[in-house]
């Protein structure tokens, strides 16, 4: 067992090596908090959005943050399943979150996408980071774990931008 909680590791038969194991644990916390803050963040969103597409926003932004909800579930599960100790206050999440914090003097709904989009971006290149990283690790499942995540976050993503079409913004 290490003495970093967010790699500690209890006994547990998987067939993985204890270093192994840390490591992808260490990587899923930490994916786990940007998740986590990034769920926060797309829900500050739905909660304030204004402007001629607030509805269609709301419901969009809702919708985002659900998906970021059952993730977070998902991810701190595989934390477990591998004998570690999922680690996802939100003190936690946003001090090892990779995203900036959210702007809080924004109303109008294209700011609100833009903000996301330059959320979702980081977010989904950590994802592809973390796929490698899992693979090179000899962790098929957490790779793939990873690859079912970076496939809607790419969709959401392309779903910001669309909104920010022919916007000098993008």
């Given at each position: 067992?290490?003495?970093?909680?967010?790699?500690?590791?209890?006994?547990?038969?998987?067939?993985?090596?204890?270093?192994t194991?840390?490591?992808?644990?260490?990587?899923?916390?930490?994916?786990?908090?940007?998740?986590?803050?990034?769920?926060?963040?797309?829900?500050?969103?739905?909660?304030?959005?204004?402007?001629?597409?607030?509805?269609?926003?709301?419901?969009?932004?809702?919708?985002?943050a659900?998906?970021?909800?059952?993730?977070?579930?998902?991810?701190?599960e595989?934390?477990?399943?591998?004998?570690?100790?999922?680690?996802?206050?939100?003190?936690?999440?946003?001090?090892?979150?990779?995203?900036?914090?959210?702007?809080?003097?924004i109303?109008?709904?294209?700011?609100?996408?833009?903000?996301?989009?330059?959320?979702?971006?980081?977010?989904?290149?950590?994802?592809?980071?973390?796929?490698?990283?899992?693979?090179?690790?000899?962790?098929?499942?957490?790779a793939?774990?990873?690859?079912?995540?970076?496939?809607?976050?790419?969709?959401?993503?392309?779903?910001?931008?669309?909104?920010?079409?022919?916007?000098?913004?993008?």
């Amino acid at each position: 067992m290490t003495t970093n909680h967010k790699q500690r590791l209890y006994p547990t038969r998987i067939d993985m090596p204890a270093a192994t194991r840390s490591e992808i644990v260490g990587l899923l916390n930490a994916t786990l908090a940007t998740t986590l803050d990034l769920k926060t963040q797309v829900k500050q969103a739905h909660w304030n959005v204004k402007g001629m597409d607030f509805y269609q926003l709301h419901l969009l932004f809702d919708e985002m943050a659900t998906e970021l909800d059952d993730y977070v579930d998902t991810i701190a599960e595989r934390v477990t399943a591998l004998g570690g100790l999922a680690v996802g206050t939100a003190r936690t999440a946003a001090a090892d979150s990779i995203l900036p914090e959210f702007p809080f003097d924004i109303l109008d709904g294209k700011e609100y996408v833009t903000a996301l989009a330059d959320r979702y971006a980081p977010y989904a290149q950590h994802l592809r980071v973390a796929i490698d990283k899992a693979g090179e690790l000899g962790d098929a499942d957490t790779a793939d774990l990873y690859t079912e995540i970076s496939r809607t976050i790419d969709k959401r993503l392309w779903f910001l931008e669309a909104h920010l079409q022919g916007s000098a913004k993008l």
